[in-house]
């Protein structure tokens, strides 16, 4: 997302992620601009955005800690510190990975089965590796929500964590220490440079950040919407420029706390093509699949046709600062399936996990969580250089069944790769080929709900009319 995920958690947007926003009980941006409009026009919200909110509601319900356990939350340094510590006794030279960042790393509470998160699926598949060289333990100090603005230190009061650090210690980890978040500090501030630090002989360090960047950031959602009108597309460089300032501050703390350890940069994923995150993905309040949705269909269309020129500045500053640093980076954009469902949250429209959350489109699966742990194994077995790792996906027949397969493909990060990258799974090559692009999605939107009689077409008009309404309310927020 998270995530341009989040960039969800991890996952990249021009929007706030309805998800992220209303799981810690502040409405987004957006949808507050949208239940603006409808309250001035004495209109319903629309029903995509009253879907994902209730939906996220209902998860809230679940997990959300009384205000007693948010407060010890704020005091719960000890428990950071314990968790380095079982990683510091069960360390060998040489034999830890750390990851960092956000909820591409941090993926637990959106998978079908949170016990089978990032950290456990890496430590095994090294663990399997018949190597002396490669390390063999993994070490989590990633938290869902963490931006490059906070990645050096983040409190509670200025963005939570207190849902998700509830929500691990209701999943029955066999590892005790994955119940407890382990990069917070004493004074109940999570500071993931700082507990990088005091882990011993890190050999590898991988950072995924950028994509809370726009989900939780309204001036960087402003500017973004706003590059979208003509003569305003420069405000998009002038986002990833700060965006990659900020990259390279995080950069170097990590390099501060953990000298000797190599980088690896991940690049997010792009969302599903069935989810929005301006109106959520097309679910009701139990995580069923909502048919018929024309508003939400609409703006996932013209949505999809965007995302990625809105999205390619900043991850352009990704590759940059990899290439002039020599280290791999991980592009997930190029490795998740858009069409593929199972790819994304619990792996299926209408399912939950055990912790009530339904399916997203902005977060990793059991599958593709799988992806992102093979992703990073090959990356840590090979020595450091300015390449980009992507996989392509496929199913294979296994015994009388089938599992997914990935085949990891390597790009040379040098300086024409950059300037001709796109973020997304097609890199388009012309300027047409993306202005086609944008014209089919929007199309494709319109097909999707059948012919329009003339009251159909006056609710277009309406999405029209609104979009403008949204990108001149968000124009308010100043930085």
């Not at 209902?58 to 950071?80: D, Y």
């Not at 095994?124 to 938290?143: F, I, N, R, W, Y």
């Not at 992507?390 to 599992?403: E, F, I, K, L, P």
């Not at 329009?452 to 949204?470: E, K, Q």
């Amino acid at each position: 997302m998270a995530a341009l995920p989040s960039m969800s958690s991890g996952q990249p947007a021009f929007v706030a992620s309805a998800w992220h926003a209303a799981a810690e009980g502040q409405p987004s941006p957006v949808a507050s601009a949208l239940s603006a409009h409808s309250k001035a026009q004495n209109v319903s919200t629309p029903t995509s955005v009253m879907t994902a909110s209730a939906a996220v509601a209902a998860v809230a319900g679940v997990l959300r800690p009384r205000r007693s356990q948010r407060k010890a939350e704020r005091g719960s340094g000890a428990r950071g510190q314990r968790v380095v510590a079982m990683a510091n006794a069960g360390a060998k030279a040489g034999s830890t990975v750390a990851l960092l960042g956000d909820s591409v790393l941090d993926n637990f509470i959106w998978l079908q089965t949170p016990e089978r998160h990032l950290r456990v699926q890496l430590e095994e598949m090294l663990q399997k590796q018949d190597s002396k060289t490669l390390p063999k333990q993994v070490v989590s100090l990633a938290v869902d929500q963490t931006s490059t603005f906070d990645f050096e230190e983040r409190s509670q009061e200025k963005n939570s964590w207190a849902i998700f650090a509830d929500a691990r210690r209701k999943v029955s980890f066999a590892d005790e220490s994955d119940k407890e978040y382990g990069g917070i500090d004493g004074d109940g501030v999570l500071r993931q440079p700082k507990a990088l630090e005091g882990i011993s002989d890190v050999s590898w360090a991988i950072l995924s950040v950028g994509g809370n960047d726009v989900y939780l950031n309204a001036p960087v959602q402003a500017n973004l919407v706003t590059s979208l009108l003509p003569g305003q597309e420069g405000l998009r460089n002038e986002v990833a420029a700060a965006f990659g300032k900020r990259l390279r501050g995080n950069v170097e703390a990590i390099k501060r706390s953990a000298p000797n350890a190599n980088l690896v940069l991940v690049i997010p994923y792009h969302p599903h093509r069935q989810f929005s995150l301006l109106v959520g993905a097309p679910i009701d309040a139990d995580g069923n699949e909502v048919k018929g949705d024309l508003l939400g269909d609409v703006f996932r269309g013209l949505e999809f046709g965007t995302l990625s020129d809105l999205v390619t500045p900043l991850v352009r500053q990704i590759l940059a600062l990899a290439r002039e640093l020599k280290i791999p980076v991980i592009d997930l954009s190029k490795t998740f399936d858009v069409e593929v469902v199972e790819h994304y949250g619990t792996g299926r429209i209408g399912s939950k996990n055990s912790l009530n959350v339904p399916w997203s489109g902005a977060e990793p699966s059991d599958v593709s969580s799988d992806f992102i742990a093979q992703l990073i194994a090959h990356a840590v077995s090979r020595e450091p250089e300015a390449v980009v790792y992507r996989g392509v996906s496929q199913r294979v027949a296994v015994g009388s069944g089938n599992a997914w397969s990935l085949n990891i493909r390597q790009d040379v990060n040098d300086f024409l790769y950059g300037k001709n990258y796109r973020f997304g799974p097609v890199i388009e090559k012309t300027a047409e080929e993306r202005e086609n692009k944008i014209a089919s999605a929007a199309t494709g939107a319109v097909d999707a709900v059948g012919s329009l009689d003339s009251g159909s077409w006056f609710v277009v008009g309406g999405v029209i009319a609104l979009v403008g309404n949204v990108a001149v309310l968000l124009g308010w927020i100043k930085i």
